[in-house]
């Protein structure tokens, strides 16, 4: 869905100024997304298989929900509603806990460069997995996996074609904030 987004400058600060979401892209434009890594408290983390007809890194492992914040929108309830919209799971703000924005530039080709900052959460789970339902046109499969084990393959991107390539101190950043609540 081509939406109409906030514009930010390279420090992450608003401009002012929105854009449509395909324009930001095509243009290398800032905006705000959300980031959402759902664990268990016995080590697990959510993890989403992007749809296969996504733009961006179709079929790779990532964070358990991701989405673009709206214009104007606020980001916790731009977060609530991507994981409703995502995973069918209806949270509230206070079950987030914010743990850092993250800058985040990927160059996909000459017609598409995302260029973000990820306002990034962490949320206990507490339904099992056959609970959550995915976004058919977003998603194309939910798993949980060993947090143990997640990290081995996503520090140093050990394992580049299964995950989104996030930049590493992201994906520890990440890693360390979950263990710290488990």
Known sequence: MDEVIDILDARGQYTGK????????????FHPTVHIWFFTPAG???LQRRGKDKETHPLLWDVSVAGHIGAG?????????????????EIKEAHLEKIGVFKSVHRHNEDLTDCEYHHTFICELTLP?????????????????????????VWGLANPGKYVPHHTSYYKAVIKAIKSRI
């Open 18 to 29: 929105t854009a449509l979401k395909s324009e930001a892209h095509r243009l290398g434009l």
């Open 44 to 46: 697990q983390v959510l």
């Open 73 to 89: 929108e606020d980001i916790l309830k731009a977060a609530v509603r991507e994981v409703q919209e995502e995973i069918g799971l």
């Open 129 to 153: 997995l056959s609970a959550l339902k995915k976004q058919e046109s977003e998603v194309d499969a939910l798993k949980m996996a060993p947090l143990t084990r997640f990290a081995e393959e």
